[in-house]
């Protein structure tokens, strides 16, 4: 187990190091400077600018000055908001990010695993039927078309629920964590009866039946814990899916997470902005991957034993 | 030379034969049962029709406008209303259909042609050349895409070009994993055996033994990664990072529509419905084929 995610370790280095590069090199490449805007800017002044931005350097000494930047764990300070360090923009929308991607993850696996399971006891009958057309229907209603929906019939005809916002009304929360996590509730359903009906069918749970253990007993007991493995292993991808998904919610809630200020960031051309959150996101989504990845083979016996050195 | 080729000839035969017969035809025979997956099929049928005759179909011009008549609920004249400036919605959804589906198939295309070729050939010469090809895809597969692909549109531009691209080399390594795993398992076969004692080349074997008979899980992703890539063009047009107006596209209409649902929400409604009615065609089409042509795993 030790070995696996150490190599899983190892693994996940050269994909942050190759986001860091190709982020910074992307930036850079791009056309126009991020003082163009500023058409009156003195020449001497942009130089300033330029020399307090590390600009007037080699590109390979910027390459290396950022670098040595992370290791310290500075993303450096922002284009577009002088005064202000990337750090401290990112500080004050990851609390607000984390707890809407904690809630739509909440709805999406309390929904999505018991309609999943739910479906997989009795397939091909409408106790099946229902919920997987439904999930089906999550699927294919993006959620930058399910938020405004939701907007529209609760906020806006019923007027039961805050539009906008995060934490200053009561309830303004409910909107955007069933935006974002409505999708994910919806393929973690699939996944749960697909990984469901897999174990199900399988000897030891023959087995447990045979000996007669209550049905519910079978499917808590035996059935859950390896039909759940996609699930878990899902996570990994899911929570990337999430963190682009806030873009979109948090866009339009008028949330002041990180998906929102990378999208106004993308716009205003903050270069440093984009870079230093590209290079934090991308860090938190393979670290998470690496998690969802251990967590899963961890919950499979077989890789278990195959990782641990044949012992079981 | 003459009795290599018709060796070759009557081994293509007999592949062809072989899979012609039993296995296209079941498989059609057990879709055509599946009402969800044909009714998706003709849904779809008919909507990439009329994308293709759009400039002849659409009931106004893509550029007319009515400033007087400005945005106006669904009427005889305007089936489905029209938008602040007048323009006919139906002819805005035509329009903007033909953008979202093309980046669909073309971004689709584009996936395919890598991942199929990179696939087929890790697989076939396996060994050191498979195993540094795969790393690549292991290592592509665990980059952040998405948060990639905004970054690409805000550095270059919101350039067409560039976003089928970008969703194209994003959605080639599921197929390339794929593919290689079909190649390796048909490898084993013996009627590939029978083709390399025969002396057929490598390229002729992957083209025609290997790619014929790995089409049927191909066929499912592709159908099931057409909708994933139109849900990011729509997504990244709804951020404004992708298509740009004078163009427009089911995203770029939505998030129009957002903007003004108070007031009008038929701006939101009628291109949503066109977006998810496309979406749910593609999948259930998927599914069916997945089970019509007994494909394991290829997706989910």
């Known amino acids: 187990m030790l070995r696996f995610i150490l190599s899983r370790l190892l693994q996940a280095i050269p994909v942050i190091f190759i986001v860091i590069t190709a982020t910074f090199f992307l930036v850079r490449a791009a056309p126009g400077g991020p003082f163009d805007a500023e058409k009156v800017v003195l020449p001497e002044v942009k130089r300033a600018l330029e020399a307090q931005y590390k600009l007037d350097l080699p590109l390979h000494e910027q390459y290396f000055a950022y670098l040595g930047d ?43 695993v018991t309609a999943g399971v739910f479906a997989s006891l009795k397939p091909n009958t409408r106790q099946d039927y229902i919920p997987m057309s439904l999930a089906m229907i999550g699927i294919c209603m993006p959620s930058f078309l399910l938020g405004p929906l939701l907007v529209l019939v609760f906020g806006i005809y019923l007027e039961w629920l805050p539009i906008s916002g995060w934490g200053a009304i009561p309830g303004d929360k409910i909107l955007p964590s069933i935006t974002l996590g409505a999708a994910y509730a919806a393929y973690v359903a699939r996944l749960s009866r697909a990984g469901m009906l897999e174990i199900l069918s399988q000897d030891f749970i023959r087995t447990a039946r045979a000996k007669g253990l209550p049905e519910w ?74 998690v969802s990845d251990v967590a899963a083979a961890w919950l499979n016996p077989r890789l278990r034993s195959q990782f641990s050195g044949g012992k079981s | 030379m003459t009795g290599a080729t018709t060796n070759e000839n009557t081994a293509n035969l007999l592949a062809d034969a072989e899979q012609g017969s039993s296995l296209w035809q079941d498989a059609w025979q057990r879709l055509k049962k599946n009402r969800m997956a044909v009714g998706g099929g003709a849904v779809l049928l008919f909507f990439v ?91 592509l597969y665990a980059l952040p895409f998405m948060i990639f692909i905004v970054l690409l549109m805000v550095v270059f531009g919101r350039n067409v070009l560039l976003l089928f691209l970008a969703i194209g080399a994003v959605e080639w390594l599921t197929m390339a994993r794929i593919m290689r795993a079909q190649v390796q398992s048909l490898r084993q076969q013996e009627f590939v055996e029978a083709a390399i004692s025969l002396g057929l080349s490598p390229a002729a074997i992957i083209r025609r033994h290997v790619i014929p008979n790995a089409l049927g899980p191909i066929i499912v992703y592709t159908t099931l990664t057409i909708p994933s890539v139109m849900l990011l063009e729509a997504f990244l ?35 949503g419905l066109a977006l998810t009615t496309t979406l749910f065609s593609l999948n259930f089409l998927g599914d069916g084929l997945r089970d019509a042509l007994d494909v394991r795993g290829s997706k989910d």
């Open chain 2, 237 to 271: 047009s709804f951020l404004g990072l992708g298509i740009q107006p004078p163009q427009t596209s089911w995203g770029l209409l939505i998030s129009y529509g957002a903007e003004t649902m108070e007031e009008y929400p038929w701006l939101l409604i009628f291109p």
């Open chain 2, 49 to 139: 029709v009329v994308a293709l005759l759009t400039p002849w179909l659409a009931p106004y011009a893509y550029e007319t406008q009515n400033l007087d008549l400005g945005a106006s609920p669904p009427s005889a004249d305007h089936w489905l209303g029209t938008d602040v400036f007048g323009r006919d919605v139906l002819t805005q959804i035509m329009y903007g259909g033909r953008v979202s589906l093309a980046v669909g198939f073309i971004a689709t295309a584009v996936a395919l042609l890598i991942g199929v070729t990179w696939g087929a050939v890790a697989g076939y010469v396996g060994g050191r050349v498979d195993a540094v090809m795969m790393r690549m895809v292991d290592i």
């Open chain 1, 217 to 290: 007993l079978v499917v808590t007991k035996h059935a859950l814990r390896g039909g759940l493995i996609p699930v878990v292993a899902f996570l990994g991808p899911a929570f990337a899916g999430l963190l682009a998904g806030s873009f979109v919610v948090e866009t339009i809630f008028q949330i002041p997470g990180l998906g929102r200020f990378y999208v106004q960031a993308a716009f205003n051309r903050d270069y440093t902005m984009i870079l230093g959150t590209t290079v934090f996101l991308s860090t938190l989504i393979v670290l998470f991957n690496l």
């Open chain 1, 70 to 112: 992370l290791t310290r764990g500075e993303l450096g300070p922002s284009f577009k908001y002088p005064g202000r360090s990337v750090n401290e923009i990112l500080f004050s929308g990851l609390p607000v990010t984390a707890e809407l991607g904690f809630y739509a993850l909440l709805i999406a696996l309390l929904i999505g």
